[in-house]
């Protein structure tokens, strides 16, 4: 079992950076897949950006290039550093964990966190 809490969503300006951090709990972090999604208002969720468990990565094309996806073992921590933000990218961002090697734009997750804000404004 996982337990996975977001931080560090707020309200920006289009071209600023935000970085969102995700804590897990539990002592075997390191074997899971982990993933960020978004949803915006009247739209389904969608991935964003997924690190496996031996640290390759994955991204939705709408973000290739802009955000960073990382993860730190030893802080149980999935961190999206997010750059040259956009209107467009308004949205709450869940993290997502999955036991084992999964990218997760193919595989469901296993579990989710609560999500978190982000808001930019044009």
């Known amino acids: 079992q996982v337990q996975l809490a977001e931080s560090g969503g707020g309200l920006v300006q289009a071209g600023d950076s935000l970085r969102l951090s995700c804590a897990a709990s539990g002592r075997t972090f390191g074997r899971y897949s982990l993933g960020w999604f978004r949803q915006a208002p009247g739209k389904e969720r969608e991935f964003v950006a997924s690190i496996t468990s031996s640290v390759t990565t994955s991204y939705a094309d709408s973000v290739t290039g802009r955000f960073t996806i990382s993860r730190d073992n030893l802080k149980n921590t999935v961190y999206l550093q997010m750059n040259s933000l956009k209107p467009e990218d308004t949205a709450v961002y869940s993290c997502?964990?999955?036991?084992?090697?999964?990218?997760?734009?193919?595989?469901?997750?296993?579990?989710w966190g609560q999500g978190t804000q982000v808001t930019v404004s044009s």
């Open positions: 997502a964990a999955r036991n084992g090697w999964y990218n997760l734009r193919n595989y469901e997750p296993e579990y």
